[in-house]
Nanobody, 124 residues
Framework: QVQLVESGGGSVQSGGSLRLSCAAS????????MGWFRQAPGKEHDFVAA????????VYADSVKGRFTISRDNAKNTVYLQMNTLKPEDTAVYYC?????????????????WGQGTQVTVSS
């Protein structure tokens, strides 16, 4: 089992920045592929970004490319999502997710473990 706990959400004005963190426990963190998803009110979970276990590969949703950066610190069992130039349409609950194995995927159903989510609100 893997436990994931997100933090760092909050309210910010358009153009601002936030950094989300996700602390993992329960399994060797370095063996996990990590991802971030988000869910706006009334919408499905949307993929945001993912990173392989050794940080050698990352993938981003088109809507966040150039603004968001995913990274991880295996020594701290933590993955981060740096969000810059935030827009009102980025408002959502952001979820950290993990999957065993080294395949990088944007598909929600291929992630095995999920955090409880953290709210990000961007005002115009």
């Amino acid at each position: 089992q893997v436990q994931l706990v997100e933090s760092g959400g909050g309210s910010v004005q358009s153009g601002g920045s936030l950094r989300l963190s996700c602390a993992a426990s329960g399994r060797t963190f370095s063996s996990l592929t990590m991802g971030w998803f988000r869910q706006a009110p009334g919408k499905e979970h949307d993929f945001v970004a993912a990173i392989t276990w050794g940080s050698s590969s990352t993938v981003y949703a088109d809507s966040v490319k150039g603004r968001f950066t995913i990274s991880r610190d295996n020594a701290k069992n933590t993955v981060y999502l740096q969000m810059n130039t935030l827009k009102p349409e980025d408002t959502a609950v952001y979820y950290c997710a993990a999957r065993t194995g080294r395949i990088l995927t944007m598909r929600r159903t291929q992630y095995d473990y999920w955090g409880q989510g953290t709210q990000v609100t961007v005002s115009s």
